[in-house]
Structures are given as C-alpha cells and as structure tokens.
C-alpha cells in the first residue's frame, strides 16, 4: 500500500491529500531519509511524521486496504512523543 494512502487508511491523517503534501515536504521520514507518498509500506517500519512542533515516532503493525475507527488504531504503534 501506498504510504499516503496507509496514511489516511490508519487515520494518522486526516485526508490522502494532506499526506501526500507532507510526503512531497520531507515530513515523513523512514531511517531519517524522506519517503516519497508512493513509497510502499510494510509491517515493521519505523516512520517519523513532523507535523506542527511536534515529531512524532511511530510503527507500522499491519497494512489493511480499509479499515473502520476500531481497526484504523490497530494499524499502528505510537513509539515516541515528546514531553509537551
């Protein structure tokens, strides 16, 4: 799956648009390099979205096509916040 598309699908953002515009900003980034919206996602990646004053970490537990408000929080793995 796309990594703008995972991003709208899993609700880490709101809408496919405004993820594609962080992809194509450098605001999401897999080992500190920029990711590109059609990079393909996989299980176990580690990405980083830096919206607003706050980066924040997280991980990706599954890739599902479609998924409800219940499932959307079981795609991912919040890793690191910082303290506000």
Request: net charge positive.
């Amino acid at each position: 799956m796309r990594l703008d598309k995972y991003l709208k699908v899993s609700r880490i953002i709101k809408r496919r648009t405004v993820a594609n515009e962080a992809c194509d900003a450098g605001r999401v980034t897999l080992n500190g390099h920029p990711v590109r919206a059609s990079y393909e996602v996989k299980p176990g990646e580690v990405f980083t979205l830096s919206l607003g004053q706050r980066p924040v970490t997280f991980r990706v537990l599954a890739v599902n096509e479609f998924a409800g408000k219940d499932d959307a929080k079981l795609m991912y793995e919040i890793l690191d916040t910082p303290a506000e």
